[in-house]
């Protein structure tokens, strides 16, 4: 098996790859609306359906997905653990061989699955590009790491005995997935699953039910047991029936931190007949900081700002919401920032020249249009671009400067294209601002001097810090992802540690001081 390495993003710039990628947008329009059913087992399941839409165009039905049940649910569970025992008897080779052929379908797929994700997350297209080669990029390193973790772990020996350790699959995992990575983190917590013998139920979220379909589809087709794979589209519903059902052993979610924290609390209930402790793996949200200290290049800065509050909308748990700059730089750094801001072009997803897109549906734009009128008031200065769109979920970026330190803007997770800007008169003060924070997910530094960045570096609580770039763009392999306090349980997706959220520890030691032996 070659070693991992990154599929490498597309150069969108070239004038033939866009023409191929509007070919592939046109051929998915034709198909509207796709079809995603509840799959479990080898049937297909109807119900009551519902819509998910296009962001840029919500009169644009891009999939009518069947809602679950509470009671499709439990019969997926009783599936899933007829298919985990099947599965988990499969070799570890032959595992990691699935996956690397799922991994080639959407390799193969790949124009199509960004279109699709372009439609139904409303990602512009250098995003959804990026998706999809995450999705990728997890099946292929998941496969990999399988294989390493299936050779065990050395143990001291001494004579007369020997002392082994492997790794078992934990059981039945339901994945509970977000909507702003629709391929790769639903992808990359079934992978997880799959790849080290456990049976897996993917709920995604309801925005994105095609994104997920598009992910079983391919590991379905590449050999994984309908049994051991299951899909369950919907809402609430089919989610909490999961994390209450005493069959399943781990629960993988990804989304906000009030959920997570009301999944962990129900998932340490133990129920009569239950016999084991569930294990929950939560990547939750942040309130990711970004330190400008009074020596930084704002030539990086600024972009890099930009590009980490603005990007998809400001629509992911690693996006910057507020900066920390000293005070030294601090009206330059608002000028510099405020120009930039104007300059952003917001429009539909599908437009290569966005900048920044819709939010993901009228709930947010909502709740987003009404905290920035909040806080307008109290800001000291403003900077906002245009927003000429009247169709779709849109929301104008927005800097907020010099707010109180109460202001919703400041302290909350606001997951949309909201930034604060706060001069501070040290990085040791912005440091302080930070280790008061509940969330500890990404974070940056930008400053030339190398002394400051290992003193933020060893005061800095949060799982992903970054010096002197963007605080989102983490990579399999190269930036494991996931952080601590409020902000999860830590798991660092995309790292050599992850699989091991996913299995148990087996110690065996045996007396080989034999008095005879019988064959």
Known sequence: MNEFANEPLLELRRPELRCAALDALQALDA?????????????????????????????RVVAVAQATTAEQAVEAVACAERGHREWSAVPAQQRARVLQRAAGLLRDQRLELTA??????????????????????????????????????????????????????????????????PLAIGAGMVAAALATGNAAILKPAEQAPACAKAVVDALHAAGVPHDA????????????????????????????????????????????????????????????????????????????????????????????????????????????????????????????????????????RDRLLALIERELPAAARVARAACPHADGYYVPPTVLAGLPATSAAVTDELFGPVLSVEAVPSVRHACEIVEAGPFALTGALFTRSPRTVDEVASRTPVGNFYVNRDTTGAMVGRQPFGGGRLSGTGPKAGGPDYLLQFVEARAMTENTVRHGLVL
Not at 31 to 58: H, W
């Open 31 to 59: 198909r509207l609306p796709l079809r995603v059913p509840v799959l479990i087992g080898d049937g297909l399941q109807d119900g009551v359906s519902f819509d998910s839409v296009d962001p840029s165009a919500p009169s």
């Open 116 to 181: 699709l994700a372009v439609r139904e997350a409303g990602k512009p297209w250098p995003e959804a590009d990026a998706d999809v080669c995450e999705a990728i990029d997890f099946l292929e390193y998941y496969s990999r790491g399988a294989l390493l973790l299936d050779e065990g772990r050395g143990l001291l020996q001494l004579p007369g005995e020997r002392n082994t350790m492997r790794y078992v699959a934990r059981g039945v995992t339901a994945v509970i997935a977000p909507w702003n990575f």
């Open 229 to 364: 794979l299951a899909l369950l589209p919907g809402g609430d519903e089919p989610g909490k029936a999961l994390v209450a059902d005493p069959r399943v052993h781990t629960i993988a979610f990804t989304g906000s931190c009030a959920a997570g924290l009301a999944i962990l609390q129900r998932a340490a209930t133990v129920v009569p007949g239950q016999r084991h402790i569930k294990k929950v793996i939560a990547e939750l949200g942040g309130k990711n900081c970004v330190i400008v200290d009074a020596d930084a290049d704002l030539d990086d800065a600024v972009p890099a700002v930009l590009r980490s509050a603005f990007g998809f909308a400001g629509q992911k748990c690693s996006a910057a919401s507020r900066v920390l700059v000293h005070d030294a730089v601090a009206e330059a750094f608002l000028d510099r920032l405020t120009g930039a801001v104007a300059s952003l072009r917001v429009g539909p997803a599908d437009d290569f020249a966005t900048d920044v897109p819709p939010v993901i549906d009228a709930a947010s």
